[in-house]
């Protein structure tokens, strides 16, 4: 079974996902990106973290399932990731999340949305400058455009409703 998480940058995605591994049992496919690594991150669990030529060599082996450029950098899921039998967890931007929904009926898009105020908030808690803001919350609207493609939209208002919401979600399909 493959969960595929999305939404726009800022909503919670990370922390939602973090969440569920305390109740529900799922492997979380690590991407490759080319950012630099965050203080707070881990390689190979959160990311590994990749030069571009290495990035670049692993598009020409043809080892990614699928890849974006998001910002200024890229990121991609390995095929390697998903060669498991187990329930698969994926956080990926919008495009990524939408190529994969549209090609292979058996994923499952869960999208994740907030309120704009909020989003702005917890960009500007993340440092960044009005400009990119401005940028994050445009890129936001047409990232909305796509929720048509997922099975599940969640707003997450309170996290704590947020994540029974989910797990409901995943018990169930644990099911079928
Ligand atoms: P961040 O730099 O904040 O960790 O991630 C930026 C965006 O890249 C997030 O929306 C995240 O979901 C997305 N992302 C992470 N890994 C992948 C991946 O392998 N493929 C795609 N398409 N998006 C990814």
């Known amino acids: 079974m493959i969960i595929i998480f999305s939404g726009p940058s800022g909503v919670g995605k990370s922390t939602i996902i973090n969440n569920l591994s305390n109740d529900f049992n799922f492997y979380f496919s690590t991407s490759h990106t080319t950012r630099p690594r965050r203080e707070s991150e881990i ?7 990749i030069s ?11 080892e990614f399932l699928e890849y974006e450029r998001y910002g200024s950098y890229y990121y991609g899921t390995s095929k390697k ?3 498991r039998n187990d329930f698969i967890v994926l956080d ?15 994923y ?22 009005d400009q990119f803001i401005q940028e994050r919350m445009n890129l936001a609207k047409e990232q909305r455009q796509s929720m ?19 797990l409901d979600i995943l018990y169930d399909l644990e099911k079928k």
């Open 43 to 49: 390689e190979g669990k959160d990311y590994y973290f």
């Open 52 to 62: 571009e030529d290495e990035f670049n060599s692993m598009i020409n082996n043809d």
């Open 81 to 83: 990731e998903l060669e």
């Open 92 to 106: 990926l931007e919008v495009n990524g999340a939408t190529k994969l929904l549209t090609s292979n009926d058996s």
């Open 108 to 129: 499952i898009g869960i999208f994740i949305d907030i309120d704009d105020n909020v989003l702005i908030e917890r960009l500007n808690e993340r440092g960044h400058d």
């Open 148 to 166: 048509g493609n997922f099975d599940y939209i969640i707003k997450n208002i309170d996290l704590k409703a947020t994540i029974k919401e989910i």
